[in-house]
């Protein structure tokens, strides 16, 4: 998988010129919060899966230009850092830039609206190779039905590029596996809602169906590396194991609350559960539970 | 004892007094056992006599400032000229959907070209097609005699004619908001009414400003 710079930056100026000549608002929102992951390494065995929580902040800052009537586009420059209470070796900083092209289809609070998203980041861990560009793409279309429901549907695709890849020689000749392992693509169908319990909480409901590359981590275990498409040492969970890469279907439910502050902020908990089924009967049970504070804009 | 000549300075006096119709009705709103502000009384003279005259400017303005309609509430007679000034430094594009007047003002900055003429009484319900969490209202009255409560709860509409009226009371989250509620009441010259009137209110919900998660959307 290669990146192409040119041409994502080519398309992310053409976008930026077409909004450049609209007014534009600024925009800003921060969110800083804590989450714990009961199978960080996404292990397929239940006696392998450890977890840990971790500290993460976020920052997007950018402008927001209202092009018509009905269309707009923001363009956000996007920080963010992530720090674990235990396996270090996943500690990452990230920065990139979104752009976010939105049509509403009517008048009114309850019109449809459709919105084509593009991002790209740099992630760089504290295990070095894992380091890796991310990019996603996303169209997403949403409506409103009276006050207080939300419902939106999003297509995504989304890929992962690794700044280098670390062959296992005796894989590669043997199996014809490489190491780029974490380099990954996959696509994803969302639906979410958000119900407005009262004026200032709010429930949000989703499911996601998610099917490409998911990685996890292994000791040795030959039944397992034949089912991978990638092999490559990864110290992360302890010395002599390994981070594979596996095709898989990935079911996510997810429930959150959202308390508003004011007008700007929010107190925000959210639980997700994440169930990948790939091959050989591999299966990979996630449970996520995050805190955080938002501030925007 | 009075001297003659402050007999006839409080004569006089008087007679001015009776000239000008000094009748007052002071409605105190309250809901949920608190005083309710932007509540909305007027009263309607029921007697055809009457010939009001208009105690209200012919002109309104209903700002937009910090992406929130200001006031939220506004109160106006039948044939007032409604501006829109747009006092951010962003563009917003206001419309209304209501029966009583239904446009649309294309994106804009600054003072629209030309106010609107509100000519059917009853609520105009306001709204920004970019910012959905923005509402406001304009109750257009079907008589000059109006006045919109405060903090404290109070309504005071003042230099009534003495007469027969029809009071009508109104809230933008009263619960029955299919016909207003509204009794009749009697004048007096020079009478101050107070009139008690309790709302159920039902949640103001509204699309929510601040985001429900980080992304760098604006949505």
Redesign the interface.
Known sequence: MHSRPGLQLTCFSLALLICVRAQADRLFDGTFGIDYNDNLANAAKANEAVGDAAFNAAIHAGKYWQITDRSSCSATINLATRRQIDFSALDRSSVGASINLQHKFGLGSQAPWLNIAGSAAWDEFDFSPRDAWRYRGAATLGRRFGNRLDIQIELAYEQTTAGHVVDIPFLVRRLGIHGDAFDTVDHSLAVDANYALTTLLTLSCGYTRRSGDVVSSVPIASDIFKASSAITPDPTFGPGRFAYRIDADTDIFTAGLSFALSEHAALNVRYDRIQASGHEQLSYINNLVAFNLTYAF | MLSDRTSLLALACLTLVRLAPAAELRVNFKADGNSLNDAVAVAVPLDTSHSPEASQPPQATVDQIDKEFVPHVTVVSVGTLVNFPNKD???H?V?S?SPAMRF?L??Y?GIPAKPLLLDRSGVVTL?C??H?WMTGYIFVAESPWFAKSGADGVAAIEALPAGRYRLVVWHPRQNDVSSESSHEFTLLEDSKVAENIVLTLK?????????????????
């Open positions: 430094q962003i563009r594009q419309y959907f649309e294309p994106l900055a709204g097609n970019i959905d949640p103001d919900f509204r699309p929510r400003r601040v985001p429900l998660g980080g992304g760098g959307g604006y949505r």
